[in-house]
């Protein structure tokens, strides 16, 4: 235990606490800034198995604010999910750490969230977040959510049948394109690690039996201007939320599933196509990726040429090609950073 003993001899956790630990499953979603941080901390603190799942592979944008990867580890085109699941063994070789290289889907939620008492939100689009709510209001496994653009984040943690869902709170997804993302309105890491850090105090929190602890808000930080804002859930929770007041689990169904993407034979091109048709106002998102690279705009679509030597062209039902990759893993990222969704 002497590689604990710090933790240990903080009376909340003590040697049961941390006994706790090392018997809890976790399930990171997403590997990315959010999820660097969050694997870093429950694997170093001992949680005893982490699965980390992640359909992206690391860049060099990434290594300004996504702490666990290496300009090596993007010089071998690494997935994020192995890449990480190295950096974190070596860390801590007692624990069973679990990569998995997918895209969270409908379709296989209930294999890769299944067998774990904890699900951990280090995602970066709405449907995920969603299909997560959905899950573990199902099957009764608590989820933390958490959230960071420009220098403001937000995190909340949800217990089945004791707190307000995700969807007490946010009822629906935001039509694609209306809300801020990294790509558009950048992110300093600073915000990143204090949302995370967040997320995994209340995780240690939780799976050491020290739920009274837990903070009980949706708690919102500007780091920029020092603002920290818990915001009471006391009065959320909702007997209509769809999820879980009615228990309709929407996002689950297959026919709610994330934008489906196809190949584009001999283009080099994925096209991306909403679950759900969108009605997007070209002429505001384009003020809203004004600086994410140039645009070219008329009454029909809206063309925006990456830094990333990439181009995606977005149409008003929200149906988007992505030019210069047939990845479909990683169209469905650029999709996400661009829209959100």
């Known amino acids: 235990m002497n590689r604990y003993a710090r933790q240990i001899r903080f009376t909340p956790i003590g040697a049961d606490g941390q006994r706790s630990l090392e018997q809890s499953r976790v ?21 005893g198995y982490v699965r980390i799942i992640d359909r992206d592979i690391i860049e060099t944008s990434n290594l300004q604010r996504q702490m666990l990867y290496t300009e090596q580890d993007v010089s071998e085109l690494k997935p994020k999910a192995e890449a990480a699941a190295t950096h974190l063994r070596s860390f801590n070789s007692e624990v069973t750490i679990e990569p998995i290289v997918a895209d969270l889907t ?81 992110v300093i890491s600073p915000v990143v690690d204090i949302i995370a850090s967040t ?15 837990l903070h009980g808000t949706l708690f919102q930080v500007d780091v920029w201007n020092h603002a920290w804002i818990p915001v009471s859930l006391n009065n959320s929770k909702r007997s209509d939320c769809p999820t879980c007041g009615e228990r309709r689990f929407d996002f689950l169904d297959q026919s709610h599933e994330e934008s489906a993407a196809a190949a584009l034979c001999g283009r080099n091109s994925v096209q991306i196509t909403p679950s759900a048709p969108a009605s997007l106002q070209l002429e505001q998102l384009a003020l809203r990726l004004k600086d994410a690279g140039v645009i070219t705009l008329n009454r029909y679509l809206l063309r925006i040429e990456l830094s990333s030597s990439m181009t995606i062209v977005v149409f008003p039902d929200g149906r988007a090609i992505v030019q210069g990759t047939d990845h479909l893993a990683k169209a469905r990222s650029i999709y996400a950073e661009i829209l959100g969704y």
């Open 106 to 186: 409908a379709a296989n939620a209930e294999e890769l969230l299944s067998g774990v008492d904890l699900i951990v939100d280090g995602s970066d689009n709405f449907s995920v977040r969603y299909l997560m709510n959905d899950f573990s209001i199902k099957h009764t496994i608590p989820w933390i959510y958490g959230g960071a653009v420009g220098a403001s984040g937000m995190t909340m943690t949800i217990i089945p049948g004791k707190t307000p869902c995700y969807r007490c709170l946010f009822a629906n997804p935001p039509q694609p394109g209306t809300t801020d993302t990294c790509e558009t309105a950048g």
């Open 27 to 47: 399930a990171i979603v997403g590997m990315g800034a959010l999820g660097s941080v969050i694997a870093s901390h429950l694997v170093r603190s001992g949680v």
């Open 199 to 213: 997320e995994s105090a209340e995780a240690i929190k939780l799976l050491s039996g020290n739920t009274q602890a």
